[in-house]
């Protein structure tokens, strides 16, 4: 099956207060398939996290979007709050990076995920609770009969995070959203949570928006991923195509600063300067600062999207240079 | 060579209501001039705690912290703000490590006016060359935190730790709270100040990877004891104890062919309050017997500069 759970095309998000605007996305467009973990990987201050809230429609109301969102088809950009509340957790479910304080610390985790569920009309509490109780095993949660009636200050950070994703998988959604899930979890929990995850969307057929910048989370879960930079994503493509034939200067110089065990680097690259104030227009290539194979065009013409293989879409001026040609095969490039 | 900083049985216990809770329970290590040691754990294993002790920040009950042959734990409180000159620390993150109200030149100056009399003009030279090793200018001088990146800020955090010029720097994740992109920045400053001004280490963090770019040794913490020491190199390459072994085969690779090697540890870290009689990791170790439930592992020397505590450890390259 390859129907198109979640389709973003040419989605801005512009905040604006009286000094100035920030354009925090600047013309994102992508597709999450049905069955499909897609990994969604940048900076701090790239504008993934606004880009899945946007998804939810949980933009607050300084936000001014344009452009298109649709979950099965469905337009969630002005869409109302009643249609709202019926595609969330009934149709998108979200988990959050911080479970601590996605949680209500004066509720039982067990209430409030029974709750979560209830809120979608006509289940009843002892059904509700009933699929809690399953979910909370089925994420492995040990006893839990015994972690339905605790505080979530009883739980540690991993258990916690289980109990987000029971919480957001007992409502059946058709995608979920997880926005830095295993940031703030140690390395054994995160690997726990990955091959959890693993497991459940092979099982449920359940498509995952997984938004992190750890590319080692991606190389170990994802499908597909995209990277995003300065408000657009600058390349797309299968796991394997952008992590190990990376085509845009960004994504190889993010991969060179990622220290690897057993690789016993004398000296760690990294990129010099900084993202780019997005208050402010970018004319040309957003990446240019920052880049060393810029040219004259770089810097006052912007890329456009190139599909350099099938599947693999690159936002440079650069996708056509000798070193990256014989890899190219489709036309039609800058 | 004689160690720097020179740790022994190391103690720190919490009266709690549940009970007694030893958050750090018997550490000793050495940490020898110029040397980088790392630290590492998974959170609540202590290594924090050893950090703040060393510094006294928070009172050990019991073993001792020589440093340069003096026992720092004993001094009285006027004596030890003469030796904590020589060590400093670099804290995880730069977004509340530094105070929003005050400019740069006040941060970094700060540690130089409660020792010395520097005043005016002086004491912002000496900032001002402070800000220099850390590869910051004159202009930032005058400038609040908010203003600079997480990257930059760490650096005057760093700058503010060895505006006293002292010899050993701990540095508890210090780059946990950056992005990638600029996390290799402030790993290869701390190289490159290293080698210029003969500094020793203490590096704690999470993060393997990070120490095996950055540390000579390393000691791998569970539940408040060492269960693992040795040279980077021979730790990572040939894990002698369970843990160790699966804290490593927890590390995402970027290389996605490599994605079935992730192997997570089953279970988790049981409750300081509530330790089994034996060896603490023995509900998650599949190595685990009767003599690992009745009995504490010491940590042994198995060779020369390698110890571990476990009673059936990976002997398996050791042998020849």
Redesign the interface.
Known sequence: MSDTVLSIQDLTVDFCSFERTVHAVRGCSFDVKRGEIMGLVG??GSGKSVTSMAALGLMATSAELSGSVRVNGQEIIGASAAELRAIRGNKISMIFQNPLTALNPFLRVGRQAVDAVCAQGDIRRPEGQARILEAFGEVRLPDPEIAFNKYPHQM????LQRVMIAMALACQPDLLIADEPTTAL???????I??LLRELAKKVNLSVLFIT?????????CDRVAVMYAGQIVESGT??QV??APAHPYTT???Q??????S??S??????G?VPDLARPVSGCAFVDRCDMVMDRCRTLAPAVSEIKAGQMVRCHHAATPAQAEKVQIGGLL | MTALLSVADLKKQYQTKAGLLRAVDGVSFDVASGETVALVGESGCGKSTVALTLLQLIKNDGGTVMFDGIDFSSLDDRKRKKYRQNLSIVFQNPYSSLNPKMKVVDIVGEPLKAISDLKGRALRQQVELHLHNVGLGPEHLNRYPHEFSGGQRQRIAIARALALEPKLLILDEPTAALDVSVQAQVLNLLKDLQARLDLSFLFISHNLATVEYIADRVMVMYLGRIVESGSVKDVFSNPAHPYTKALLASIPSIDPGKRDQLKPLSGEVPSPLYLPPGCAFQGRCDKADTTCAAQKPELKTIMTDRAVACFHPNMGEFNQ
Request: one cysteine or more.
């Open positions: 900076e701090s540690s950070g991993g258990q140690d390395v054994t929990v995160q690997a726990q990955i091959i910048h750890d590319l080692g989370v991606i190389a170990s879960l796991t394997e992590l190990c110089k993010l991969m600063t990622v220290p690897e065990i057993g016993l680097k000296e760690l690259s990294y990129i010099p900084q």
